[in-house]
């Protein structure tokens, strides 16, 4: 905030002859009136100081004059936004979001914390100061500093990349810093068991804890189901289909989407 200047009309008419410049007072003719006026809009901005200085926000002249103009904080700093949009995704779990997609903002604002520490020693940076630069730098900390893979480095970026987007849509921003960079996924490939193994893990003896968690994992390779589609899978989910069959009827929990699957191996297993 260190010699930042903001300049705004108090709506006060003063002739040059009757301002003091050195006192920054109304002097000779109704000065108590004018005075007064001004006195209450310097401590109405001390005031909008005070409550700034109690969150988490950048604070600069201008961000002090546009708070006292119309009473809402500005979205000046990367992680006072990201911690804005993560309050909003928050309210809304169980309605537009899953808990699961949640977590993960907070672990990529957790990053940002961390970076922004490491590399510019305090705790926010402007919005203004994000630039390509910034963006990048920020995918190779990823890389290096924890142990997150290629996508997964990616998938942080693409969540600050919705956060810069909102700053676009809302003219927080006027650039947006991610141009020139590209957001790609590398092709992994997916490790699967083979026939012979399922029927090996099926014959292997266990006791009873681990007995539960292998047939919960057989059933996940049988069926395809997510863990957390499994965790919510309960007997209702079980029924008899038009072919006289037991069926899943189930929504998948990441796409909403229905997915009706026949247990065709409950009599092998019996």
Known sequence: MMGTVSQFNTKIDVSYKRWDSLTTKVIEEDRKVQNQKLDKIKVNLIDKFDELAKINIIITAKTIVDYYKDGNVIMNSLINIFIYHNDNMEALIGKEYKYGSFKNYKTTIKHLRSYIQSTYSTTDI?????????????????????????????????????????????????????????????????????????????????????????????????????????????????????????????????????????????????
């Open 126 to 270: 402007l919005l203004n100061k994000i630039n390509y630069d910034f963006i990048y730098n920020f995918s190779q900390y990823i890389l290096l500093e924890t142990e997150c893979n290629h996508n997964g480095m990616m998938k942080h970026m693409q969540r600050l990349k919705k956060v810069s987007n909102f700053c676009l849509k809302h003219n927080y921003i006027s650039q947006d810093p991610f141009i020139g960079f590209k957001i790609s996924f590398r092709k992994t490939n997916r490790v699967y068991l083979s026939k012979h193994e399922l029927y090996t893990l099926t014959n292997v003896f266990f006791n009873k804890s681990l007995s539960r968690i292998r047939d919960i994992f057989l059933f996940a390779c049988y069926t395809a189901l997510s863990y957390i589609d499994l965790y919510n899978l309960n007997i209702e989910n079980v029924k008899i289909g038009e072919d006289g069959f037991q069926w899943i009827y189930i929504k998948k929990h990441k796409t909403n989407i229905p997915s009706n699957l026949p247990i065709l191996f409950l009599k092998l297993l019996n």
